[in-house]
């Protein structure tokens, strides 16, 4: 296998998205963690059920890309948190229709409010312009899934 000497790893799109990610989320990782003690897979089915209201885990799943056993796990911790409710399906036994109770909402609101300012900070440094594309690249790429 002959090496590419045009090629840099440190340019590799796919290293780039993991280090922007990693760098552009911990901020947040640590407020939604002191605020409410939760975990990444937890804020993330908070904010699916926030935003489309009543789902299933496997909807959670489908739509988040976040395998089964994570977001059994998030649904676990945060209905003992009282923060959802868990409805069984009368159609499919296996299944839960999952909801934000008030407590849960309070959360969401709350975390909603600062991820958006967080996300305003965090594209100070951009021109309107660039951060448009950069949304639509990223958007772009994650449909490639």
Request: contains cysteine.
């Amino acid at each position: 296998m002959m090496e590419n000497p045009d090629f840099d790893l440190r340019d590799f799109v796919p290293y780039l998205l993991n280090q922007a990610a990693e760098a552009s989320s911990l901020e947040f990782q640590r407020l939604y963690k002191a605020r409410y003690g939760m975990l990444r897979a937890e804020w993330r089915v908070l904010f699916h059920l926030g935003i489309y209201g009543r789902m299933t885990a496997r909807e959670i799943c489908d739509r988040s890309a976040m395998h089964k056993t994570k977001i059994s796990r998030a649904v676990q911790k945060l209905a003992d948190r009282r923060f959802l409710t868990r409805d069984p399906s009368d159609l499919d036994r296996r299944a839960e229709h999952l909801e934000l109770t008030a407590a849960g909402s309070a959360a969401y609101r709350d975390l909603m409010a600062a991820a958006a300012d967080y996300d305003a900070r965090l594209m100070q440094g951009f021109t309107a312009e660039e951060t448009a594309l950069l949304r639509q690249m990223l958007r772009r790429l994650a449909a490639m899934r």
